[in-house]
């Protein structure tokens, strides 16, 4: 049964950082590109950031190039989202999703199986 459980959201102030991490279990890792998404309340999900089996290669939404990282942990079954300098438009549920494809599709329909999500709250 393939899980995947994202933590580390919560409430930040604007410039600070948080880190996510998506834990999957039931699958071989490093055989998915692995993206993360945010939906906010009204909105649809978007594409945020994402990382490619096999070598690692990254692929980011414009909104958050620079101040992102997306990294993996193939022996932890673990994927990354390190958030840095933090803004109010970042508030969103986080998303992580598989995909066994070797590119790194930023369309929510590519992705086969999602976690729950974690609440990531930016606030003064």
């Known amino acids: 049964q393939v899980q995947l459980v994202e933590s580390g959201g919560g409430l930040v102030q604007p410039g600070g950082s948080l880190r996510l991490s998506c834990v999957t279990s039931?699958?071989?890792?490093?055989?998915?590109?692995v993206g993360w998404f945010r939906q906010a309340p009204g909105k649809e999900r978007e594409f945020v950031a994402g990382i490619r089996r096999s070598g690692g290669s990254t692929r980011y939404a414009s909104f958050v190039e620079g101040r992102f990282t997306i990294s993996r942990d193939n022996a932890k079954n673990t994927v990354y989202l390190q958030m840095n300098s933090l803004k109010l438009e970042d508030t969103a549920v986080y998303y992580c999703a598989i995909d066994p494809s070797w590119v790194v599709p930023a369309t929510p329909a590519a992705y086969d199986y999602w976690g729950q999500g974690t609440q990531v709250t930016v606030s003064s």
């Open positions: 039931g699958l071989t890792l490093r055989s998915y590109t």
